[in-house]
């Protein structure tokens, strides 16, 4: 947080021996603020080659996005030519036709992962016929595209079978089981007296050891106390057979249940019961 940067965050490196280039070549909106983050990308106009974002960004606490600001960034993204580009590795999988969808937002560009390919490694970019057209297979291709995992017959298999499964319906039915599992899980932390938040959207979710939801990237941000809070449920999780990405997040696929669901909830509830220190790691954030 102490380089972070106030009312223009700062572009710093995410791990050791980053290239400078590339932190002098991006540009870091302050996430989920509308008025500065338009001033920002007002300022830059078009030097600026596209904007990436994620509608519910995992790493920067699984917060859905307002709508309000991914208005902005469609509208002032068109009026510079800017392209727009989705993350949706992790998110794609909250609406059938992927987490733009769900959002009413339109980009230029929408890049996929794993969730498309059956958990195997693949990556997927697509976007409108204008934008592809840069990759079409010509001599003349503007942007000549492959790679060694291209057309893995493998990982088209895997990923058919997967997409395949998430029908509408089964959409529908893990997202209900993630509002369930995001509910329950709060309310029992509350009443254990525990200052955890669950944030996320449908089938997806994030936990924070905070007492109130968090709401931007730096309310996110979790300190060294805050930080074990996580680190003990995390491993009290692993010890009652739930393994949970860390430092606390997960989704619900097509082959669970309800039981499933329960059998989490259960681990996680005998967690905040016998957890040595929980309540008091946390004690300063619940204040």
């Known amino acids: 947080p102490n380089n972070w940067g106030g009312d223009y965050p700062k572009s710093n490196p995410p791990y050791r021996n980053t290239p400078p280039h ?14 500065r983050s338009k001033t920002i990308i007002e300022q830059h106009g078009s030097d600026l080659a596209c904007i990436v974002v994620d509608v519910l960004p995992c790493a920067a606490g699984m917060i859905p996005l307002n709508p309000d600001y991914l208005t902005m960034l469609q509208d002032t993204a068109r009026r510079h030519g800017i392209l727009l580009i989705s993350d949706e590795v992790v998110s794609f999988r ?12 339109y980009p230029d560009l929408v890049t996929l992962g794993k969730v498309v390919g059956g958990g195997l490694p ?8 204008a934008t592809m057209e840069a990759f ?6 503007p942007v000549p595209q492959g790679g060694t995992f291209s057309a893995n017959p493998l990982t088209m298999a895997a990923g058919r079978a997967a997409l395949a499964a998430l029908t509408v319906g089964e959409i529908d039915r893990i997202n209900e089981l993630g509002n369930y599992l995001r509910q329950q899980a709060e309310e029992f932390a509350s009443q254990a007296g525990v200052a955890i938040t669950v944030q996320g959207a449908g089938s997806l979710f994030r936990f924070h050891a905070k007492q109130h939801r968090p709401l931007s990237y730096r309310e996110a941000h979790h300190d060294i106390a805050e930080s074990e809070a996580l680190r003990r449920l995390h491993a ?19 082959s669970m249940t309800k039981l499933h669901v329960d059998d989490f909830l259960d681990a996680f509830r005998a967690c905040l019961r016998e957890t040595p220190d929980l309540k008091r790691l946390d004690r300063r954030t619940a204040t």
Request: hydrophobic share 40%; aromatic share 8%; charged share 15%.
């Open 22 to 35: 590339v932190c002098e070549e991006v540009v870091v909106l302050p996430l989920d603020d509308t008025e």
């Open 94 to 105: 909250v609406h059938y036709h992927g987490a733009s969808a769900a959002r009413n937002f």
């Open 122 to 129: 693949i990556g997927v970019v697509g976007g409108t016929s």
């Open 136 to 141: 079409a297979p010509h001599d003349n291709a």
């Open 236 to 254: 009290g999780m692993l010890e009652r057979g739930i393994y949970v990405a860390a430092p606390f997040w997960g989704g619900i696929s097509t």
